[in-house]
């Protein structure tokens, strides 16, 4: 070997401190970025629920006697909400021991998150005929219930005053 020769080996080093430096720094910064975005999908599937938020609630009694009931429910949640009902606290049997609710549907019966469901129908007892016993200002319990797919139950407990139309 010729002393040329030996001194172009000395010459050629590997990569520079400078280069490694970045290498190893973005490296590091990828890693962070894939840490934080799973920390981020796993805390959001841990705090997923559903939520059911009354938007309007209104019962009224016309002169005739018969009462109408007027919902509009919003699914506050970050959760689809599969099935819900309107249950107004009144008897609609009497013949049953117990209040036997009153219950509505409304449409439409599943709730993405941010939608919302009405419904308005004559407030029956279970034969068909209305109920007529309840005074007008007087205050009834209602519970809005939803149900999520995984099966979990979303309650709203209230209140209502029956007003005059």
Sequence with gaps: MTKRSVNLFKKRRGISPAITMLIILGISVLAGVAVFQNFQSQSSVAS?????TVENLVLIKNPSGEMWLSATIKNSGNRQIEST???LQVDTN???????????????????????????????ESGG???TSVDVGESIPVEIRGTTPDGSIVTTPTSIMTSLA
């Design 48 to 52: 997923a629920r559903g939520a059911i």
């Design 85 to 87: 009902v309107v249950n």
């Design 94 to 124: 009497s013949g049953t021991p117990g209040i036997q609710p009153f219950s509505a549907n409304p449409n439409p019966a599943a709730l993405n998150p941010g939608q919302t469901a009405s419904v308005f129908v004559r407030v029956d």
């Design 129 to 131: 005929s209305p109920i």
